[in-house]
């Protein structure tokens, strides 16, 4: 016999699942998961790279105050070294004879350091170079163009490096042409400010270069052009002593100019080898 049910105990009698949709289901939430492992896996692999891009950059902010900090203490302990001159002889009508002080010797007045302390802090010392408000540093020669590249002037490894001259100027700024290389640093050190010579109005309000050698003496360039090229340009190739084949090569050169220091630095692009050049000619 067949029962029969009345209106409301239909609608309160459950639905059998289908035997398909059992099934169905553990598959479904299968292929749920398995949508969400390609999204899952992308976002650990940018987490993992923004991790480790965040660690270099505080390890290179961390290595650029070292370098500023090292050099901002050489430029205080030895600022006299490109500011001060020879000082004038003093009249002194006393009957004792007082020493003259000599701005190069490390008790005078106002406790200077020497240069030979610079030379004993590193042997390769090869003067200062001084563009006033702009560059303030030691100048080093190696025994090569690849030591300096990441070594500071005191002997730390450090991707500043140092301001060095091109090793082959064995005579230091004796030569005729002398080339003198630093990088363009993110936090304006070193030789970041050669790019602002590109703009001819500034290199026309700060044409100055001092030099300070290893035995005190002065000499003054003049800077007069500046561009930006690549690392084959032809003025490194110029010869270390042809003086008379510089003034041709080199842009707007004097032309009673016979030395010349060149400043060279690389740039804020992606490629490599670009270079910018600053020229200058040695006025006295």
């Known amino acids: 016999m067949w029962k029969l049910y009345s209106t409301d105990e239909k609608k309160e009698r459950p639905k059998k699942e289908s035997k398909s949709n059992k099934k169905d289901q553990p598959k479904k939430d299968r292929l749920l998961d398995r949508r969400y492992i390609p ?39 030895f600022a006299s070294i490109t500011n001060q001159q020879t000082p004038e002889p003093v009249v002194d009508n006393s009957d004792e004879t007082e020493p003259i002080i000599d701005g190069n010797e490390e008790d005078n007045e106002e406790g200077y350091p020497s240069l030979e302390e610079l030379a004993r802090i590193n042997r390769d010392f090869n003067g200062w170079i001084s563009v006033r408000d702009l560059i303030e540093y030691p100048v080093v020669r190696g025994s090569d163009n690849v030591k300096y590249v990441n070594t500071t002037f005191t002997g730390n490894q450090n991707s500043a490096g140092a301001i060095f001259m091109d090793y082959r100027h064995s005579n230091g700024f004796d030569e005729q042409i002398c080339i003198l290389y630093g990088h363009h640093t993110w936090d304006g050190t070193m030789f970041a400010p050669l790019a602002r010579y590109l703009d001819p109005a500034f290199l026309q309000r700060n044409p100055n270069i001092t030099i300070t050698t290893p035995e005190g003496k002065y000499i003054t360039y003049r800077i007069f052009a500046a561009k930006q090229t690549d690392a084959w340009d032809e003025a490194y190739e110029v010869g270390i002593s042809d003086g008379a084949r510089a003034a041709e090569v080199f842009p707007n050169a004097p032309g009673n100019a016979s030395r010349f220091l060149l400043l060279s630095t690389c740039t804020r692009s992606r490629d490599a080898d670009e270079r910018i050049l600053v020229y200058a000619a040695q006025v006295g």
Request: glycine share 10%.
């Open 39 to 77: 999204y899952i896996c992308l976002v650990a692999v940018g987490a993992f790279f923004i991790a480790a891009g965040v660690r270099g950059l505080i390890a290179g902010q961390r290595e650029s105050a070292a370098a500023r900090d090292e050099y901002q203490q050489l430029q205080e302990d």
